[in-house]
Structure formats: C-alpha cells, structure tokens
C-alpha cells in the first residue's frame, strides 16, 4: 500500500472531525525546490484522506513576519542590506507589482505549486497576530516562561537566564526583530532592548522601552520565538497533521521543543508528524539565501508539471531524493513515469475483469513439494502484483490535472528527433509537443555529448576511410530513398540490406553515422536519414561512393 494510504488510514481510525493538515515555510527569498516537497507529501496526505471519506482541510502558512537573517546572493547588497533584522513583510518587493519582499517570493512558489496540482488554502503569519489569535497564546507562553526555560534546558542542556522570554518585539524605533530582546514580563507588557551586538549581521539602536506584546488590525507588536510559535500556531489553526524535514524531526530538534510546549504550556494534542527526507541537487542540500541548488521555479523549466510532481511522489519519504539533471537522470525519470502509467492502465483493464469469470482451480491431491512450488509462485505474483499497485497509485497521483496516458515515444528518442531536422509531423503524430521543447533543453544544457550530434554540411573526414563494402550499402540505401517508406519499416530494412551485402549491422550502421553526422553511432539511423531531404543524403551517399 502506498505510504499516504497508510497514514490515511490510521489517521481515520481517529474518527475526528475534521483533519486539518498543513505546511510552513518561510518566503526568504526563491524557496529551493526541496521545500516543494513538504508541500506534496502533505497534498499526498490529504488526497489520501479524501479518497477515504475523511473530512480534510490543507492549509500553508507563509512565515511573512520572520525577519531577513541574511541576504541572498542575487541581491544588491547595497538595496537591500539596510533590511536585515527586519520582518519580510515590512521589505519592499524587488520587482515592482508586489506588496512586499514576502509577498513576492511566496506568490513565486504559489505559482509553481499550483501547477503541480497542490492548492492548499494560504495563511499569511502576519494574518494571524493581526487578527488577534495569537494573543491568549502570547500571554500564556510569558507567564510560563520559566516551564519553556526548563524545556530548553531539558534538550539542549544549557540553562537560559531568568530574564530570556520566548518573545521579541519590532522595536518601533528601528523596524527590526533580530536585534531585540525581552528582558522582563509584568503580566501586560514586556521591556525590551535593541541591542547593538545582538547579531553579527546588523546592528539594533539601542533603543529601551516597554510595550503590549499584543498585536491587533492596528499593527503588530512582536513575535513569539519560532520553536514555540510553531506549537502555538498550530493551536490557533485547528492543526491536526504537520510533517517537516528530517532535521526538524531529529531527536532534539525543533519538532521535540515545540511538542512539549504543546504538552507542557499550552495544553493542544501534538498534531500527527510525518519526518522526511531532504531533497538534494547532485548531493546538496539546498539553501535559499546562499543560491545553491534549483529554486522550485527553475525545476518547472527542466521537467513538465506531471513529471515534477511524478519525481516528489514516487521517492518513499523516507528516502533523499538526490537529483541531478545531468547525465542520464532526466530520461530515466520520463521511462519511470512511462512506466508506471503502463501499470496504472493495466490495473484498470484487469479492474474489469470479473473474479466471478475466472476458472475454479481442479480438485486433486497436492504434493508438499508442489504446494511449496506453488506457495513462490503465489509469493512472488503477490510481491509483483504489489509492486505494480503501488507504481499505478503513484501515476495516479502525480497526475496534475485528468489523468491521461502519456506518449510512448522514450525520451531518449524524442531527444534525437529533437536534434533532427524535419520531425515536427512525427511529433505530433506521437503527441509529444508538450515535451519536446524539455527534451531541446535536455540536450543543450544537460545531456552527455554521446547524446549530442549535428548533420554535418560537409563531408566528414572520417567517412572517407570507409571500406567498399559500406560503401556499396550506402549506395544500396540511397538507391530505396526512390522509394515511399515509414520509418519503421525502413529501419528493418536497413538491417536485411546490411545482411545482403555480408556486413555487420555494427559496420552498416556506423557507415550511415560517420556519413551524416561524423560520429560511429547515433540515434535510429532509419528517422534520421527520412528526417533529412532525400536529395542530400543520396549526394552524400554518392560522393563516398566515388
């Protein structure tokens, strides 16, 4: 059973309500495509859910009031370095038509979602202490500030000062957060710091005073620590599911502290966790301020929508997904898509096919050794069958919008078809016009040069050492271009002309490549020599025949 039905099906056993599932992420700048997996495991959970009957809600919650820690590479530090400290939404967006820095990172990641099929309903932060939700939270996690002090301690075994509060304000004389501290608590309103050494990578202004920790529609005062806003968030949601990355999930992390403020301070049932694995780019992890690795927008330049998602659902959660789009990975990902849409439509044929229709078994005696046959065979078809459950439950998942089949046609093929002139019918005639433009892309930026080639517009000189043999087929090939042919059939002909002749299909073929592309392999040599005008190929053929 695939892993999301698992968990949807002990999620049902709950038999609450409403099973609220949701996501975080802060919109720091372009979020990597490893934080898009967070948001499909969690879109898993809640089709698993729905498909079951169970009453489900998703949301996603933009962390638009976290403050700017650090400054991405692919801004002008002189623009915005002024803004570090401060929180995301009170930074303007670095292209225009946005309400805010946040804003626009977040609607960036929102579009690429979307397209693979996620649509959780969004909740900005901002939203949620402007609202006024996250006050009784607020109060309740000052007053116990001394229980969350033992909780750190508990984990992290260091002991806090007795002035440390899990709150810092937006000091309203400088903007920022990183900078301040809570010193004190009298049960309605805190006395902060900015201090000018509070980080090492901007400075406070030192500015004192004492305010309300309460936000209201007029403004907002402050923000609980993340660790605990994280439990007291989920209180204010209605939060019931929230999975995160293996390093929130790690024994002591970030999960473990906000758990027992759940337990301990703010008396909410810890939502069900689901821990998973990093994504990585070519053994990386990802960071958004830093650029490494892909942001989730450019990974929608290299794969289809279907095959993105495809790629986040097929890898169990338990797993790193390591992608590299060099090499071979890109094609073998279209043959595993290819695939398990192959065993999704089958399932669906044998579906139709009654149980009732089937033959009884003939009564007779079984000997042990033809029941232990028969109990491997009935081992490996159930393993088999399972296998093929699971590959046809992951197509259906992946798909993004109706399910359809895909082509046929392997990506490797539509790779050489895209190098070769003239295929535009063959194409269409395949319905790979959505993704040939991935396969151009593949080619250019990332296939092997094994891969690569180009019709040579003259002769290349390799082609000039061939024997008499290759070049009798070649003029043997060029004579049938007379001929109508498909290309099918004019690939099985190549090989009968080759045997005729006494020569190898190996010798035959590298004859054509070094002739036309001035390589000793290449794509199918029947598409690529119908690709090109007939006229020019038969010149070729005759000059080296000369």
Same mark, same amino acid.
């Given at each position: 059973?695939?892993?999301?039905?698992?968990?949807?099906?002990?999620?049902?056993?709950?038999?609450?309500?409403?099973?609220? !599932?949701?996501?975080?992420?802060?919109?720091?700048?372009? +979020?990597?495509?490893?934080?898009?997996?967070?948001?499909?495991?969690?879109?898993?959970?809640?089709?698993?859910?729905?498909?079951?009957?169970?009453?489900?809600?998703?949301?996603?919650?933009?962390?638009?009031?976290?403050?700017?820690?650090?400054?991405?590479?692919?801004?002008?530090?002189?623009?915005?370095?002024?803004?570090?400290?401060? /929180?995301?939404?009170?930074?303007?967006? #670095?292209?225009?038509?946005?309400?805010?820095?946040?804003?626009?990172?977040?609607?960036?990641?929102?579009?690429?979602?979307?397209?693979?099929?996620?649509? /959780?309903?969004? !909740?900005?932060?901002?939203?949620?202490?402007?609202?006024? %939700?996250?006050?009784?939270?607020?109060?309740?996690?000052?007053?116990?500030?001394?229980? +969350?002090?033992?909780?750190?301690?508990?984990?992290?075994?260091?002991?806090?000062?007795?002035?440390?509060?899990?709150?810092?304000?937006?000091?309203?004389?400088?903007?920022?957060?990183?900078?301040?501290?809570?010193?004190?608590?009298?049960?309605?309103?805190?006395?902060?710091?900015?201090?000018?050494?509070?980080?090492?990578?901007?400075?406070?202004?030192?500015?004192?005073?004492?305010?309300?920790?309460f936000s209201n529609k007029d403004g907002i005062a402050g923000k609980l620590s993340w660790k605990v806003e994280w439990a007291c968030k989920w209180k204010t949601i209605g939060v019931t599911v929230e999975g995160a990355g293996k390093d929130h999930m790690s024994r002591g992390g970030s999960h473990d502290l906000a758990s027992l403020v759940c337990k301990r301070v703010i008396d909410y049932p810890v939502p069900y966790p689901i821990a998973y694995e990093w994504f990585l780019i070519g053994g990386k992890k990802m960071s958004t301020s830093k650029g490494v690795g892909s942001s989730a927008s450019e990974m929608l330049e290299i794969l289809p929508p279907e095959l993105l998602r495809f790629l986040m659902v097929k890898t169990k959660i338990n797993q790193a997904i390591n992608f590299d789009p060099s090499g071979d990975t890109i094609p073998k990902l279209f043959d595993e898509y290819q695939k398990s849409a192959d065993a999704y439509f089958r399932m669906q044929s044998k579906s139709s096919y009654s149980s009732s229709d089937q033959a009884k078994p003939?009564?007779?005696?079984?000997?042990?050794?033809?029941?232990?046959?028969?109990?491997?065979?009935?081992?490996?078809?159930?393993?088999?069958?399972?296998?093929?459950?699971?590959?046809?439950?992951?197509?259906?998942?992946?798909?993004?919008?109706?399910? %359809?089949?895909?082509?046929?046609?392997?990506?490797?093929?539509?790779?050489?078809?895209?190098?070769?002139?003239?295929?535009?019918?063959?194409?269409?005639?395949?319905?790979?016009?959505?993704?040939?433009?991935?396969?151009?892309?593949?080619?250019?930026?990332?296939? /092997?040069?094994?891969?690569?080639?180009?019709?040579?517009?003259?002769? /290349?000189?390799?082609?000039?050492?061939?024997?008499?043999?290759?070049?009798?087929?070649?003029?043997?090939?060029?004579?049938?271009?007379?001929?109508?042919?498909?290309?099918?059939?004019?690939?099985?002909?190549?090989?009968?002309?080759?045997?005729?002749?006494?020569?190898?299909?190996?010798?035959?073929?590298?004859?054509?490549?070094?002739?036309?592309?001035?390589?000793?392999?290449? #794509?199918?040599?029947?598409?690529?020599?119908?690709?090109?005008?007939?006229?020019?190929?038969?010149?070729?053929?005759?000059?080296?025949?000369?």
């Open positions: 059973m695939f892993w999301a039905d698992r968990v949807a099906e002990e999620l049902k056993e709950r038999k609450l309500p409403l099973e609220w !599932i949701d996501d975080m992420k802060t919109p720091s700048g372009r +979020i990597h495509v490893g934080a898009l997996r967070g948001v499909v495991i969690h879109d898993l959970v809640n089709k698993a859910l729905l498909s079951k009957g169970v009453k489900a809600k998703y949301t996603y919650v933009f962390d638009n009031h976290d403050p700017m820690d650090d400054l991405p590479v692919y801004l002008s530090r002189e623009k915005f370095e002024k803004y570090l400290g401060m /929180p995301l939404y009170k930074i303007p967006s #670095p292209v225009s038509g946005f309400e805010s820095y946040a804003k626009y990172y977040a609607q960036e990641f929102i579009d690429v979602f979307t397209k693979i099929g996620c649509d /959780p309903k969004i !909740i900005w932060a901002t939203d949620l202490y402007l609202s006024g %939700k996250m006050n009784s939270l607020i109060k309740e996690c000052l007053d116990k500030a001394d229980v +969350i002090r033992e909780i750190y301690e508990e984990l992290y075994k260091r002991k806090l000062s007795n002035d440390w509060f899990p709150f810092q304000v937006f000091c309203p004389n400088c903007g920022k957060v990183s900078t301040t501290r809570v010193t004190g608590w009298d049960g309605e309103k805190v006395s902060f710091i900015c201090g000018t050494d509070r980080v090492k990578w901007t400075k406070g202004c030192r500015f004192k005073n004492s305010i309300s920790p003939e009564s007779r005696e079984v000997s042990s050794e033809d029941s232990s046959r028969q109990a491997r065979t009935i081992d490996s078809k159930m393993s088999s069958d399972n296998q093929n459950e699971d590959m046809a439950r992951v197509f259906q998942l992946s798909q993004v919008e109706k399910i %359809k089949r895909p082509p046929s046609v392997r990506f490797s093929i539509l790779a050489h078809w895209a190098q070769m002139p003239n295929m535009e019918k063959e194409i269409k005639k395949e319905g790979l016009e959505n993704w040939v433009k991935y396969a151009k892309l593949w080619v250019e930026k990332y296939a /092997p040069e094994s891969e690569k080639f180009a019709v040579q517009k003259e002769l /290349p000189d390799q082609a000039k050492k061939l024997s008499s043999q290759q070049q009798k087929y070649l003029k043997k090939i060029g004579s049938e271009l007379e001929k109508k042919w498909n290309a099918e059939e004019f690939q099985k002909n190549l090989y009968e002309w080759a045997k005729e002749l006494d020569l190898s299909s190996k010798d035959a073929f590298a004859a054509i490549y070094l002739s036309l592309i001035g390589k000793d392999h290449g #794509p199918k040599a029947g598409w690529l020599i119908l690709s090109l005008e007939k006229g020019f190929v038969q010149k070729r053929f005759r000059d080296i025949a000369l």
